[in-house]
C-alpha cells in the first residue's frame, strides 16, 4: 500500500435525514497511485463529487474505510482531519471560493496562516507568481476575471505543497480558452511538483488527458469502466 496515495474500501455514504435521505456511494473500492492523474467521468447525479470530496475527507463515509496518504481518515477527529487535510490536500472548486473582502495575496496565503506557518505571504506571492498572477496580488475577486479567479484557487491549493490535489469541474464556469489553460496549469503542477491529481470533469476530452478514467454510474465505479488514457 505504500505506493497508494488514496485507497477506498467498501465505502457506503448517504446524505440527508428521514424520507430525504439518499444512498450516494455504494460499496466502492478504488485506489490511486502516487503521482497519477485520474479523471473521474459519469452522468450528474452519479456520485462522483460526493466520491472527491469523501477522498479529500470533506465527507465521512457511513461505512468502509478511506486512506489517504498512508492514514486512516476514520481515526482522525474533526480538528485532526482539518488539519491533516490543510497539509496534505489541496481542492480547487468549479465555483472558487475565493473571500470576496481579501486580496488575492489574502486568500493564498490564509490557509498557511490558519496553520501557523511562517513567511506565509512570501509564500504566497511566489504561487501567484507561478500561476502568473504576480502582478494581481493585491486585487480583490471582483477585480479579476473567472480565470484569474481559479488561478487564485489553484495558487491556494498549492502552497501547502499538498502530495494530492483535487479538482471538482475545474473549467466548468470557464469559457474554452481560458479552461484550457487552466487544465495546462493544474497538469504542469502536478508534473513538476511529483503531485497525485484526481479531478471531476463532464469533458471526456478533459478526462482522457488523465493516466486513468473511472467512470461511475448510480453510485458505483462500472466494471471495467476504468481505462488507461492514450
Given at each position: 500500500?505504500?505506493?497508494?496515495?488514496?485507497?477506498?474500501?467498501?465505502?457506503?455514504?448517504?446524505?440527508?435525514?428521514?424520507?430525504?435521505?439518499?444512498?450516494?456511494?455504494?460499496?466502492?473500492?478504488?485506489?490511486?497511485?502516487?503521482?497519477?492523474?485520474?479523471?473521474?467521468?459519469?452522468?450528474?447525479?452519479?456520485g462522483?463529487?460526493t466520491?472527491?470530496?469523501?477522498?479529500?475527507?470533506?465527507?465521512?463515509?457511513?461505512?468502509?474505510?478511506?486512506?489517504?496518504?498512508?492514514?486512516?481518515?476514520?481515526?482522525?477527529?474533526?480538528?485532526?482531519?482539518?488539519?491533516?487535510?490543510?497539509?496534505?490536500?489541496?481542492?480547487?472548486?468549479?465555483?472558487?471560493?475565493?473571500?470576496?473582502?481579501?486580496?488575492?495575496?489574502?486568500?493564498?496565503?490564509?490557509?498557511?496562516?490558519?496553520?501557523?506557518?511562517?513567511?506565509?505571504?512570501?509564500?504566497?506571492?511566489?504561487?501567484?507568481?507561478?500561476?502568473?498572477?504576480g502582478h494581481?496580488?493585491?486585487?480583490?475577486?471582483?477585480?479579476?476575471?473567472?480565470?484569474?479567479?481559479?488561478?487564485?484557487?489553484?495558487?491556494?491549493?498549492?502552497?501547502?505543497?499538498?502530495?494530492?490535489?483535487?479538482?471538482?469541474?475545474?473549467?466548468?464556469?470557464?469559457?474554452?480558452?481560458?479552461?484550457?489553460?487552466?487544465?495546462d496549469?493544474?497538469?504542469?503542477?502536478k508534473?513538476?511538483?511529483?503531485?497525485?491529481?484526481?479531478?471531476?470533469?463532464?469533458?471526456?476530452?478533459?478526462?482522457?488527458?488523465?493516466?486513468?478514467?473511472?467512470?461511475?454510474?448510480?453510485?458505483?465505479?462500472?466494471?471495467?469502466?476504468?481505462?488507461?488514457?492514450?
Amino acid at each position: 500500500m505504500q505506493d497508494k496515495a488514496i485507497a477506498l474500501h467498501d465505502v457506503d455514504l448517504s446524505l440527508g435525514r428521514g424520507p430525504a435521505r439518499v444512498h450516494i456511494l455504494k460499496g466502492i473500492s478504488l485506489s490511486v497511485d502516487k503521482g497519477e492523474a485520474v479523471g473521474l467521468i459519469g452522468p450528474s447525479g452519479s456520485g462522483k463529487s460526493t466520491l472527491l470530496m469523501t477522498m479529500a475527507g470533506l465527507e465521512r463515509p457511513d461505512s468502509g474505510k478511506v486512506i489517504v496518504d498512508g492514514t486512516d481518515l476514520s481515526g482522525l477527529d474533526e480538528d485532526a482531519l482539518a488539519r491533516f487535510r490543510g497539509r496534505r490536500i489541496g481542492i480547487v472548486f468549479q465555483s472558487f471560493h475565493l473571500v470576496p473582502t481579501m486580496t488575492a495575496l489574502e486568500n493564498v496565503a490564509l490557509p498557511l496562516e490558519l496553520a501557523g506557518e511562517n513567511e506565509a505571504f512570501e509564500r504566497a506571492e511566489a504561487e501567484l507568481q507561478a500561476v502568473g498572477l504576480g502582478h494581481r496580488l493585491h486585487h480583490y475577486p471582483a477585480q479579476l476575471s473567472g480565470g484569474e479567479q481559479q488561478r487564485v484557487a489553484i495558487a491556494r491549493a498549492i502552497v501547502p505543497n499538498p502530495a494530492i490535489l483535487v479538482a471538482d469541474e475545474p473549467t466548468g464556469n470557464l469559457d474554452e480558452n481560458t479552461g484550457g489553460s487552466v487544465i495546462d496549469l493544474l497538469f504542469a503542477l502536478k508534473r513538476d511538483r511529483g503531485a497525485t491529481l484526481v479531478l471531476v470533469t463532464h469533458d471526456l476530452n478533459l478526462a482522457r488527458l488523465c493516466d486513468r478514467m473511472v467512470r461511475l454510474r448510480s453510485g458505483q465505479v462500472e466494471a471495467g469502466a476504468a481505462s488507461v488514457a492514450v
